[in-house]
C-alpha cells in the first residue's frame, strides 16, 4: 500500500516564479496538509483540504494557494517566489472521520524548492 | 509564535547508551503531544504520542515522560543504536484542530558505532 507522494522530488526556480507541487494521500485517507520546513526548522503549517476546499490555514501569505481534487490529492501552489520560500514542502495526509491522534497522520517525504 | 521548542539542537551518543531529547512546551493547556523523527531525505514518522491525563507512556525501547507542573516533555530511548540517528521533533496539536500540528525546531541526534 502506497503511503504519501509528492512530486517533483527537487525542483529550482527563479525569483518571481509560480511553482505547483503535488501530493498523492495514503489510501483510505481525505484529508490532505500542507507544511514548510525550513533548514534546519521545524515544519510549519501551511493550510489543510478537505472535501475539496481550504478548511485551516496558517500564517502563510495569500502567494500560497492550494487545490484538492475529488480523488484527494491536492496541489500547493506559491505565486512570485522569494528566495525565503526555499523549503522542503511536506504533506501530510489523514482520514478526517477517524482521526483520533497523530498516529494516523501520515507524511510524505516532500518537494525541495530551490529558489534562486 | 511558537510553543514547543527543543533544549539541545544537537545530541550525539554512543551506540548502546540511553538518549534523553527534552522539550519545552508555553501553553498550560495543551493536552496532546506527539514525537517524531525525520530521517535524512524522508518525512516525519510518527515514533509516540502522550495526553495530558498521563505523565509516562512507552513504546518499543522508547519512553515519553511529561511534566505538567515545569511544562516539558522528554523523549528517552533506550540503547540507542545507529538507525536512530535522525531529527527528532515534538509536536501538538494547533487550536484549530488535532489533525493539524506546531512542531518544535528539532534536535539531531547522532548515534556513533
Known amino acids: 500500500d502506497a503511503g504519501v507522494t509528492q512530486s517533483p522530488t527537487h525542483l529550482i526556480k527563479t525569483r518571481g516564479q509560480q511553482v505547483t507541487l503535488r501530493c498523492s494521500p495514503k489510501?483510505?485517507?481525505?484529508?490532505v496538509s500542507w507544511y514548510q520546513q525550513a533548514l534546519g526548522q521545524g515544519p510549519q503549517f501551511i493550510f489543510q483540504?478537505?472535501?475539496?476546499?481550504?478548511?485551516q490555514r496558517g500564517n502563510f501569505p495569500d502567494r500560497f494557494s492550494g487545490h484538492q481534487f475529488p480523488n484527494y490529492s491536492s496541489e500547493l501552489n506559491v505565486n512570485a517566489l522569494l528566495l525565503g520560500d526555499s523549503a522542503l514542502y511536506l504533506c501530510?495526509?489523514?482520514?478526517?472521520?477517524?482521526?483520533?491522534?497523530?498516529?494516523?497522520?501520515?507524511f510524505g517525504a516532500g518537494s525541495r524548492l530551490t529558489v534562486l | 509564535g511558537e510553543s514547543v521548542g527543543l533544549h539541545l539542537p544537537t545530541l550525539s551518543v554512543q551506540e548502546g547508551d540511553n538518549s534523553i531529547i527534552n522539550c519545552a512546551y508555553s501553553n498550560s493547556a495543551s493536552d496532546y503531544f506527539i514525537w517524531y523523527k525525520q530521517e535524512s531525505g524522508k518525512g516525519p514518522q510518527f515514533i509516540i504520542d502522550i495526553r495530558s491525563n498521563m505523565d509516562k507512556r512507552q513504546g518499543q525501547r522508547v519512553t515519553v515522560l511529561l511534566n505538567k507542573t515545569v511544562k516539558h516533555l522528554s523523549l528517552q530511548i533506550a540503547a540507542t543504536q545507529p538507525g536512530d540517528s535522525a531529527v527528532y521533533f515534538c509536536?501538538?496539536?494547533?487550536?484549530?484542530?488535532?489533525?493539524?500540528?506546531?512542531f518544535g525546531k528539532g534536535t539531531m541526534l547522532l548515534v556513533s558505532p
Open positions: 501530510a495526509s489523514s482520514r478526517t472521520s477517524s482521526y483520533s491522534g497523530a498516529n494516523v497522520l501520515t
Open positions: 483540504y478537505y472535501e475539496e476546499e481550504e478548511r
Open positions: 509536536a501538538e496539536p494547533r487550536p484549530s484542530g488535532y489533525s493539524t500540528l506546531t
Open positions: 489510501s483510505g485517507h481525505d484529508t
